[in-house]
């Protein structure tokens, strides 16, 4: 058999027909989300697009040195506020701000000025993420009476304001130069009212039990300084300036106490001195030791002052012959004696009081007939036992109440 020779078109073929069913069958199994139905060949996928939010910048900070503001003030009123325009400040910076009220002398600008009511206020600065105030706002009491109204820059308020004190100068917000400068708006500072200012000043003083005066000086209800003068015992004196509605005290000692006199302006001067309070516990005073005794011929009276005793006097007045007075001081002794005899009577008075008449009475061993008044008599005989024994038990009683020479009160010496 002869096979005739294969040609190569027909695998050819074959094989580019199998390709081209292989095309066809992908194209019509591929999803339809494949397929790009934009217009413009060019577009991009806009199913994977994420959109951004724009990051805004932080807040600007400004040093204090640098800072703007803007204010409005009312001195009648004493009113003002003031608002920070470029800033906040920056953290650690700050600005402290005060509005001050006086009173005055007079409506124009005069001297002393006192300080009445102030307001302290300031910006501070502010660190990431937190807020600051934009705005102060100040108030103050105005007195019914001259007066003057400051704002300015800065804490440090001048009280009082003389004639050698400082100045607010620039410091006055609405200044054209200087730190004032730096806020726009009306001149910040003000002076007028009508009416002079007044103190009304009072005087309150308390003694104690050292000898010591407290001296209360009052300012309360007036719309001035009041300006007080002290005067005091040997040579002490002393000036004190109370402002409005405020109180000094000034403690006098012992020695300053014991005159003292207060003066200002509408006030009646005040005078008075150190008073021993009522409630004082009085100190121990020793009890003096006061005996007598009958001899034959005499009568001895002895007083014995203790060391914390007081100084005694006493008069002994006898029944015949002068009387006689004895002066004892603490830590002495003292005696006075009288010729006596029968019938023979002294009676003490002072700071030491037999409360009547003392008898003498005749001792035991004496020879009879003892004299009298300092007069010779005829001598005695016998025992006087019972009458020196009531003697001693006078003296006693006399002894026990003599505690009361601490008050000053007589001493009875009991017969």
Known sequence: MIRPQLSPRRPLAVAAA?????ATALAFTAPASATNTSPSPSASPTATATPTTPTEPAPNCVEAADAKYTHTFDGPKGEASITLTNGPLCAGEEQELALVSYVTPSAKFAVPQYVLDKSVKKFTGVGEGELGLATLDFTVEV???????????????????TDTSDRYGDRKVGSRKGIGSRSTG???????????CTAVPEVIAESDCEGTVELTLVNRTGNAAAEFVITGSNGFTEKVTVPMRKIETRKLSPGQAQEITVTTPGMKDFTGGWEKPEDCQRPEVGVPDAD???TC???????????????????????????KTLTVEPGRTGTVSFKAGEGFTVTVTGDLDSGGPLAWEQPENCEEGGTGGGEPGLPVTGAAAGGIAAGALALLAAGAV?????????IRFTA
């Open 18 to 22: 199998a390709l081209a069913g292989l």
């Open 143 to 161: 007195p019914n009476c001259y007066t003057q109204v400051d704002f300015v820059f800065g804490s440090t308020v001048v009280d009082p304001l």
């Open 186 to 196: 009306p001149r910040a500072w003000y002076n007028g009212g009508s009416g002079t």
């Open 292 to 294: 007598y005794e009958s």
């Open 297 to 323: 011929d005499e009568m001895v009276f002895r007083i014995a002052n203790p060391e914390d005793g007081v100084t005694l006097t006493s008069t002994f007045t006898p029944s015949k012959g002068a009387a």
């Open 402 to 410: 003599l505690f009361v020479v601490a008050r000053r009160r007589r």
